[in-house]
């Protein structure tokens, strides 16, 4: 479980660092004009004021508006690693019921509460703080770090692109490139009590379909059937009946290969041959709850609901847009029609929106995936190590297309609460388990090989 913070860890100037960042609220919108761009030049600032020999020593270069690409000259430039994090969040519900301020980074408990302290600005800042301890040492990595900082990673803007291109430029290979994802995750699977290191070999695709219907509109008072509302409710409701078919790719096989010396007595067996008795593992993981169901099948969630701009008259165009996360094995395409047999309502209009293919599978037999496989295990004694295919989205998706290995883990322990906080309200992130990652950044850039 998360440590429980020794007092002097809270005065620690790495904290005070990530309390700093977290209270810039750079918030960022899919509508570009909705952007205040001056969190975001206070962020740059104060990052160069907080991590000065990063700044002195490593070679920045702006990407597009906000983003940060930098590089760190190593013993050879063959090679590098490309460490990514992302310093814009997502918007703050103002309803939403949380403990403590979300821009003001207050320290209870032995975490510091805030918008970004997960979900990203704890990797952004752990990185740079890994840095600033290693060049203050003398250190020089053993080939070219690059680090990688997008500013509307939260609403997939263009950013992680232009850096890519940035990288493909000045013919920069990566070795591997590591970005947000997976964490050393406490109360993963029910009955398995060490944590999961679980590293991202893949993520899943992601699209958002807006279902539209049209009528003609009228007065409250005079209603017809079937119309634009009650066709999206309708919709709606079959979408919710008629659920993706769960699989099994082959990361998720792996995963329970390697928990099966953890798991309960009575379900080693199953996870042990999990590859044989797949229509067990399946049925078990969609009971078990919706974080192992998501592992499984393609999801969907109905995120906005449109109809009539007012109380007393009838809508004459419903909306409802479907956020789909699409699983390894299928594709935009077949989750599209999917979703177009499953409304079975021709007058219904179908809209893809942010389409993004699931992402190609990394190799978990690398020497690269075995270094931060090993780095967990010395860092996070009681974790296993493990791949599996991430659910969310992340920038790293981009750097497919100049590197082979792309892998997504964070280096904090999560509670299953402090997972279901990302985007919600109550994140936070424990004193000590923030450090330990910037020990944990620290030890994988010194144990880069030549």
């Known amino acids: 479980m998360p440590h429980t913070s020794p007092a002097g860890s809270a005065g620690d ?8 960042l977290v209270r810039i609220p750079t918030v960022s919108f899919a509508d570009e004009a909705a952007i205040d761009s001056q969190p975001f030049e206070e962020f740059i600032a104060t990052l160069a004021v907080e991590f000065p020999l990063l700044h002195e020593r490593l070679t920045l270069h702006r990407v597009l508006a906000h983003s940060l690409l930098f590089r760190w000259e190593g013993r050879s430039d063959a090679d590098p690693v490309v460490l990514m994090a992302h310093l814009d969040v997502v918007p703050v519900d103002e309803t939403a019921p949380w403990q403590h301020p979300p821009f003001a980074a207050e320290i209870h408990d032995g975490a510091v509460w805030g918008r970004g302290t997960l979900d990203d600005k704890g990797s952004l800042v752990g990185i740079c703080a890994a840095v600033e301890l290693l060049l203050a040492r003398g250190v020089v990595p053993a080939r070219d770090v690059w680090l990688s900082f997008g500013a509307r990673e939260e609403v997939s803007g263009p950013d ?32 398995v009590e060490p944590p999961l290191g679980v590293i991202g070999v893949s993520e899943k695709g992601t699209t958002t379909i807006e279902l539209r219907a049209e009528g003609r509109g009228g007065h409250s008072s005079t209603p017809s059937p079937n119309g634009p509302t009650a066709r999206i409710a309708r919709a709606v409701v079959r979408l919710e009946k008629r659920q993706f078919a769960a699989s099994l790719p082959e990361p998720t096989l792996e995963m329970f290969a390697r928990l099966a010396p953890h798991a309960p007595l009575p379900l080693r067996p199953l996870f042990a041959n999990a590859r044989r008795l797949q229509p067990l593992v399946k049925r078990a993981l969609l009971a078990a709850g919706a974080e192992p169901a998501a592992l499984v099948r393609t999801t969907m969630a109905v995120t906005t609901l449109s109809g009539s701009p007012a109380h007393n008259v009838i809508a004459s165009s419903a909306t409802a847009a479907v956020n789909l996360r699409i699983l390894v094995g299928d594709t935009v395409a077949s989750a599209t029609e999917h979703v177009r047999r499953a409304i079975a309502d021709d007058s219904i209009t179908l809209e893809l929106r942010d389409v993004n293919e699931p992402s190609p599978v990394s190799p978990y037999d690398d020497p690269a995936f075995e270094l931060l496989a090993t780095t967990i295990g010395e860092l996070f004694e009681d974790a296993v190590p493990t791949p599996y295919v991430m659910m969310a989205a992340t920038d790293s998706r981009y750097f497919t297309a ?6 997504r883990f964070t280096p904090f322990r999560m509670t299953k609460a402090q997972r279901e906080s990302i985007h919600g309200y109550d994140e936070r992130i424990g004193v000590e388990d923030f450090l330990g990652g910037v020990q944990w950044y620290a030890r994988l850039i010194e144990r880069l090989p030549s």
């Open 402 to 407: 100049i590197c082979p290995l792309v892998y």
């Open 160 to 191: 992680a692109v232009a850096a890519v291109e940035e990288l493909r430029s000045r013919g920069v290979t990566p070795w591997f490139v590591l970005d947000e994802g997976g964490a050393v995750a406490h109360e993963a699977f029910p009955g």
């Open 13 to 20: 100037p790495t904290v005070a660092s990530l309390q700093n």
